[in-house]
T-cell receptor, first 108, second 112 residues
Framework: GQNIDQPTEMTATEGAIVQINCTYQ??????LFWYQQHAGEAPTFLSY????GLEEKGRFSSFLSRSKGYSYLLLKELQMKDSASYLC?????????FGSGTKLNVKP | KAGVTQTPRYLIKTRGQQVTLSCSPI?????VSWYQQTPGQGLQFLFE???????NKGNFPGRFSGRQFSNSRSEMNVSTLELGDSALYLC???????????FGPGTRLTVT
């Protein structure tokens, strides 16, 4: 595998900002992806980084640092519907490798 | 565009039987990947098909196989089912290899 690590669970308050980290131990991968998965549903694509830096898509942003071996997903203005698992994935050697996911609980 | 569809959505089988799951990708998508998702192991890559060719395979026994047809639709087959095969099987399609993936709703397989 690619040794992708994510925190298992996080809790944040509605309206706040939360950062979900993803660290990995590999090099030369093609891209890093973030997916959202609500309980009982399929993952949905959120964001994709190829180069280092920040990619912004509305309330969601994703950052990649290849030299430091980490990425993060930033969620702003949290809403209750953001309660879900967030999966980090690498595409390398013609395969997708997924982290175990971070379960985010948004409380009022 | 219609999303990725998978059939059946739910399936109950007994040990030793075999099962075939079907996936229809988004129109125009040529890459189809299959994953097994369980609470303990997360999303595990099974295989990826592109233009009817298997491009890569995950660390699963030979009981797991698949194929892709000329219209990009894909099937996966599991033979000699074991209790441990109980899982959610997800299919994902993408326009090309390595692009963002769009997942179907999954097939929930229960082996008793």
């Amino acid at each position: 595998g690619q040794n992708i690590d994510q925190p298992t669970e996080m809790t944040a308050t509605e309206g706040a900002i939360v950062q979900i980290n993803c660290t990995y131990q590999t090099s030369g991968f093609n891209g890093l992806f973030w997916y959202q998965q609500h309980a009982g549903e399929a993952p949905t694509f959120l964001s994709y980084n190829v180069l280092d830096g920040l990619e912004e898509k509305g309330r969601f942003s994703s950052f990649l640092s290849r030299s430091k071996g980490y990425s993060y997903l930033l969620l702003k203005e949290l809403q209750m519907k953001d309660s879900a698992s967030y999966l980090c994935a690498l595409y390398n050697f013609n395969k997708f490798y997924f982290g175990s996911g971070t379960k985010l609980n948004v409380k009022p | 565009k219609a999303g990725v569809t998978q059939t059946p959505r739910y399936l109950i089988k007994t040990r030793g039987q075999q099962v075939t799951l079907s996936c229809s990708p988004i129109s125009g998508h040529r890459s189809v990947s299959w994953y097994q998702q369980t609470p303990g192991q997360g999303l595990q890559f099974l295989f990826e098909y592109f233009s009817e060719t298997q491009r890569n395979k995950g660390n699963f026994p030979g009981r797991f196989s698949g194929r892709q047809f000329s219209n990009s639709r894909s099937e996966m087959n599991v033979s000699t089912l074991e209790l441990g095969d109980s899982a959610l099987y997800l299919c994902a399609s993408s326009p090309a290899l390595g692009d963002e993936q769009y997942f179907g709703p999954g097939t929930r397989l229960t082996v008793t």
